[in-house]
């Protein structure tokens, strides 16, 4: 069998590469090749040559005992286990990591009987032990990879979500402290709408919490779209932002909106996308110079645009900006999570939040969502 693997070797080779290229979406690449089916032949040819001479040490140390060895990769076992993990890495599945093997033995024994080659059992024992002992440690390499990878995805998530919930208390957190200490002047009445929105704040860190606590128990439920005044959302986001303004020495023009404007969706999410637009402005807006909020309406989609003075933006940094955890600017006081949750708290609603990046000047952020009268 060593010599007419030897004698065969290229012609082995592509009868696999053939096999593998008629199954769907697969073809031999030269990743997989890499320590796949050619190192294969040749450890497979190293170990009958060790065992013809006599020398078993040798033929275990290449290909491994009859049921692998628990303590040591053997050769086999070592380039078995760094195919297994190209596979994973090309995207394909554990199916495709035993077929290349099988595909292999299948061209041996095909070839073997159209040139009349005979083995012996000792030689079919042999290659039966070294592809077994390849399989398997190319199939565990797979699965630990593969296990290790979505370990590494799940914890992401779970740090992701953890760092929403983080980020949000804190927004809401810092609204109601900047209000209350607005309070404590004792300039303003507690009853009055200062007074309302540090009520409004806590209620918002209740229901974040609750629907976190819901989350976790695997009893959250979808709320109920609601339509509301876009007039109003802006008033309430206005006077939120206009103490975090304040506490920087922004700026802060709101212009007027129309009071018959309504949107549909859900208005708490929808007001923090829009609060963390605003405090992105207000972050990255140059000092002496202003945060515009304004909308717009078409007829049929409503257009909530907050404009900022930050100086312009990097080629290639508009859409890298919604992307979760990415900072740019020397502030890296938050998580890098506020526009990619405002991103997705609008589009939940079937909207779209863009940024247009205005070079030497600043950007321009835009809510876009559908229109709907006013009840």
Do not use: W
């Not at 974040?208 to 005044?229: I, K, N, P, Y």
């Not at 969706?265 to 304004?294: D, E, S, W, Y």
């Amino acid at each position: 069998m060593r010599q007419f693997l030897l004698d065969n070797r290229a012609e082995l080779i592509e009868r696999c590469k053939a096999k593998v290229a008629r199954r769907p979406k697969r073809a031999a690449t030269p990743e997989q090749l890499a320590n796949g089916v050619p190192m294969f032949l040749d450890q497979l040819a190293r170990t009958l040559g060790a065992e013809a001479d006599g020398h078993e040490e040798d033929s275990l140390r290449i290909s491994g005992s009859s049921g692998g060895d628990t303590l040591a990769l053997s050769e086999i076992g070592v380039s078995a286990a760094a195919h297994g993990g190209e596979l994973l890495r090309l995207g394909f599945t554990v199916d495709a990591v035993v077929h290349d093997y099988g595909d292999l033995c299948q061209a041996i024994t095909d070839l073997a009987f159209e040139r009349r080659k005979p083995f012996t059992i000792d030689e079919f024992r042999t290659l039966n032990r070294c592809l077994d002992n390849a399989i398997a440690d190319a199939v565990s390499e797979f699965g630990a990879q593969r296990d290790a990878r979505v370990a590494s995805a799940r914890t992401a998530a779970e740090n992701e979500r953890l760092g929403v919930l983080i980020h949000e208390l804190r927004n809401v957190l810092q609204t109601a402290t900047l209000a209350f200490q607005a309070l404590e002047l004792g300039l303003l009445p507690v009853g009055g709408a200062t007074g309302s929105l540090v009520a409004r704040s806590h209620a918002s860190m209740a229901a974040m919490l609750g629907d976190s606590m819901a989350q976790v128990r695997g009893s959250a439920h979808a709320t109920a779209d609601e339509v509301f005044s876009v007039a109003e959302l802006v008033a309430d986001a206005a006077r939120a932002a206009g103490y975090d303004a304040a506490s920087r020495g922004c700026a802060f023009n709101v212009a007027e909106v129309d009071p018959f404007l309504g949107v549909s969706g859900h208005r708490v999410k929808i007001l923090a996308a829009l609060a963390n637009i605003l405090q992105n402005a207000f972050k990255f807006t140059h000092p002496r110079t202003a945060v515009g909020l304004a909308v717009r309406a078409d007829g049929k989609r409503i257009f909530i645009e907050v404009s900022d003075h930050c100086g312009g933006l990097p080629h290639g940094a508009t859409e890298a900006m919604f992307r979760p955890f990415t900072q740019s600017g020397e502030d890296r006081s938050g998580l890098g999570l506020g526009l990619s949750i405002a991103r997705r708290g609008v589009e939940a609603d079937g909207g779209t939040l863009t940024a247009r990046d205005i070079p030497g000047a600043g950007c321009v952020f835009t809510i876009e969502l559908p229109q709907r009268a006013l009840h």
